[in-house]
């Protein structure tokens, strides 16, 4: 028997095979609407910060594929529902004031507009739901669009009857939110003929309420696609680090950072990442996954991933950078060559010390290691020392009273700093 999938245009095919589908309205009839010819589709980014993250990557690429399908993408920021955000497990937003809103409108907007293609038959837009939401009184809001939501169905969606049953509880702001996220989907379907919504599955109550409100106001049939929430194979959330979110925008995670964050995947998660966030084909990832088996401490599928990842986020120089540095840092590569910024960044995810290096009673190597952390003790570190396996800016040291000069520091306030081949640290030098 012919499975379903078998019937689906390439797009959704390709979207499966990626394990890309977690729920879908009624996959079939989407095939056959996309079969037809092409479609319009739309992904929405709340302005909740000043970036989107690697949570809305997934997003934003799906987008892509759909739309290299042969589709017309939408990008949705909601200046409207990001002044209210949608509820969470953890309990209510904190509101933003309008101004900040906009101003994260602006930079989301701009990170949306890298990812799609704006030429073209298949040409994206990008659409700010406060265009049609402020001019909105409440009583229109209420009777055009209120009457037609159940308060039943509304409070069985997860995060509501969660939030309910807390001691916070909810407030009316964000219970109001699957509303205005369901206006959404109908303003764009009368607009620009928009069938297709995409979200991740958590936001599966939130898709379904702006197809259930098309159904309703104009008798039409309208697709939700979600995606799975992408989880680590221990189970744990994926796209934090211990800095916290895996930030798109440079200004609050470094390319370097970034890259560090996918080198590091681990074997079990790396061929379904890269299934997820590169454009590589499937039987290139299964060669990726035949490396990864048969040599895993070659970490071919991790140096795929962060390479096309960072690439696809930062762009090719970034990425050239991020590689140099790492190269670099470890003694396989020219520090020297490494531009400051991406040193600077390097050295802060290594761990950076401030130390007073340079002055006539500086640290010596031995101070260097303890104060660092990459020894224990000082006895520790002259035992380092003698054994051969103390570095600095590359040189090996085997004097432990060697006391590095203003002279030895890169940029000069940096010096990297190494136990053995693996453990580093960074130290900036400040004034005695």
Not at 266 to 288: G, H, M, N, P
Request: proline share 4%; charged share 20%; hydrophobic share 45%.
């Amino acid at each position: 028997m012919a499975r379903v999938t078998d019937q689906l245009p390439d797009v959704l095919r390709d979207l499966s095979a990626r394990d890309l589908i977690a729920q879908s309205t009624d996959l079939a009839a989407l095939g056959a609407d996309m079969t037809a010819g092409p479609i319009t589709a739309y992904v929405g980014f709340d302005p909740t910060a000043p970036s989107l993250h690697i949570g809305n990557l997934v997003q934003l690429l799906t987008m892509r594929r759909i739309q290299a399908g042969g589709h017309r993408p939408l990008g949705l920021v909601g200046g409207a529902t990001g002044l209210i955000g949608d509820p969470r497990m953890s309990g209510e937003r904190v509101l933003n004031d309008a101004d900040t809103v906009a101003g994260w409108v602006d930079r989301i907007r701009s990170q949306v507009e890298r990812f799609l293609d704006f030429d073209g038959e298949y040409a994206a837009r990008i659409v700010n739901n406060l265009d049609w939401t402020a001019p909105l009184s409440a009583i229109d809001f209420l009777r055009d669009v209120g009457k037609h939501f159940r308060m039943g169905r509304m409070l069985a969606k997860e995060t509501v009857s969660a939030r309910l049953h807390s001691d916070e509880g909810l407030s009316f702001t964000e219970f109001s939110y699957q509303i205005l996220q369901g206006m959404d989907y109908l303003e764009l379907y009368r607009r620009y003929g928009c069938t297709l919504q995409t979200g991740g599955s958590d936001q599966w109550g939130n898709l379904t309420s702006g197809t259930e409100l098309i159904r309703k106001v104009t008798g039409s049939t309208v697709h939700a696609l979600a995606t799975p929430l992408i989880t680590k194979a221990d189970g744990t959330k994926f796209g934090k680090s211990e800095g916290g979110a895996i930030w798109l925008d440079p200004q609050m995670l470094s390319p370097y950072a970034f890259y560090q964050f996918w080198i590091n995947a681990d074997d079990r998660d790396v061929v379904r990442l890269l299934k997820v966030f590169t454009f590589r084909s499937l039987d290139e990832i299964a060669d990726l996954a035949e490396q990864t088996a048969s040599r895993p401490q070659a970490r071919a599928a991790q140096r795929a991933l962060a390479a096309d990842v960072t690439t696809l986020v930062h762009g090719a120089a970034a990425t050239e950078g991020a590689i140099a540095a790492s190269g670099a840092l470890f003694g396989r590569g020219d520090l020297a060559a490494v531009d400051e910024p991406t040193l600077a960044a390097a050295l802060v995810e290594a761990g950076l010390t401030d130390l007073p290096v340079g002055a006539a009673d500086g640290p010596t190597v031995v101070q260097l290691l303890r104060e660092t952390g990459l020894a224990a003790s000082l006895s520790e570190a002259r035992r380092i020392v003698a054994e051969g396996g103390a570095v600095v800016n590359n040189q090996r040291i085997g004097e432990p009273d060697h006391r590095p000069a203003a002279s030895d520091l890169l940029f000069g306030q940096y010096l990297v700093v190494r136990r053995g081949r693996k453990a580093i640290a960074g130290v900036r030098a400040v004034a005695g």
